[in-house]
């Protein structure tokens, strides 16, 4: 079975401040994972790809199959990085579903 | 938006009545799903399609169904709506299965309330 944790349902940082969002999954092959965000009642949409390994808004994240970790960071947060954001994960051989974490929600004060 | 849209946006049912809620895609994606957002347990998978007329049931299917009659349209039924049905619903398609990455891309959402 595949899960995905997320630790935190609430963080709250400065903004300037560095921010990281805790992402553990589960899951016995080799995962897909994203982190999608969510602004105030607007769609979700896809922030980052691990397999991209890519810099979106900032944001990046490291696949640590080690640590089964997918965790996201950002040096400096800035206010409109307030959001929802979930982190999923996606197996090769489940016709594309996701299964996805609780979810953060990051609010960046000034 | 990956021409995504769901209809209606916002609606409120009684206890027992049925509902449907309507997805559709503008780019011929095989892959559709239905999830449920509610507070404290992120997104659920209510049920997906993998083709006109080929779909299976996700995580909390209990008390809905779905049809897929054409390509576009993925339809997702409330037989006998209840309170804990009240949610939002989100749709998603996916642009690459079967080779991943299976990233997906959403439908604004249909707020849903069950007095």
Redesign the interface.
Known sequence: AQRVTQPEKLLSVFKGAPVELKCNYSYSGSPELFWYVQYSRQRLQLLLRHISRESIKGFTADLNKGETSFHLKKPFAQEEDSAMYYCALSGRTNAGKSTFGDGTTLTVKP | ?AGITQSPRHKVTETGTPVTLRCHQTENHR?M?W?RQDP??????IH?S?GVKDT?K?EVSDGYSVSRSKTEDFLLTLESATSSQTSVY?C?I?F???L??????????TRLTVT
């Open positions: 938006d892959y799903y999830y404290g347990h992120g997104l659920r998978l997906y993998y299976d996700g989100f998603a996916s690459k299965p079967p991943p990455p299976f990233e997906q891309y959403f439908g604004p959402g």
